[in-house]
């Protein structure tokens, strides 16, 4: 296939995304889920700018079965001014979630009918550490505790 004449000149920087850049690196994970009482389990994560700085990818894995291996690209809507972020996995399941930055704190969520979703990341202020807690509703209205993660940079 060949290349489009000026494609290199999209493959910027988005300033939108700026925030999360502290995001970016290689991360080890360990968390507990409420489905596996009393277990803990390890996994990786790794943060890294795509096409130039125009996107941000995220690749996770848990070291557990029934956790699938996913990728989630971040980006932005100018008109509107809104971050998103878009998953898939292994499953072939896919999910756009709303995201917000203020500050240390990341927050993305989706409300959807039978699964919605809400997560947030603390930032510690060294950048080496991030502590996520997840939440879930079937119905839209009760929340209960989800996938709950600490992140430690590696690199």
Do not use: C
Request: hydrophobic share 35%; net charge negative; glycine share 10%.
């Amino acid at each position: 296939m060949e290349r489009i004449q000026g494609i290199h000149k999209a493959q910027v920087q988005n300033p939108a995304l700026d925030e999360l850049g502290k995001l970016v690196g290689e991360w080890e994970t360990v968390g507990t889920h409420p489905e596996l009482p009393g277990k803990v389990f390890a996994g990786k994560a790794s943060f890294q700018w795509i096409e130039g700085g125009a996107f941000l990818r995220w690749y996770s894995e848990v070291d557990e079965e029934g956790f699938p291996v996913g990728i989630a690209i971040f980006s932005s809507d100018d008109a509107t001014g809104e971050l998103f972020m878009l998953t898939f996995d292994e499953r072939k399941v896919s999910r756009k979630y709303d995201v917000s930055v203020e500050d240390n704190v990341v927050r993305w969520w989706r409300n959807a009918p039978n699964l919605s979703q809400r997560y947030t990341w603390i930032i510690a202020d060294d950048g080496n550490t991030i502590i996520e807690k997840g939440e879930l509703s079937k119905e839209g209205t009760t929340w209960e505790e989800d996938l709950e993660q600490t992140f430690t940079r590696i690199r």
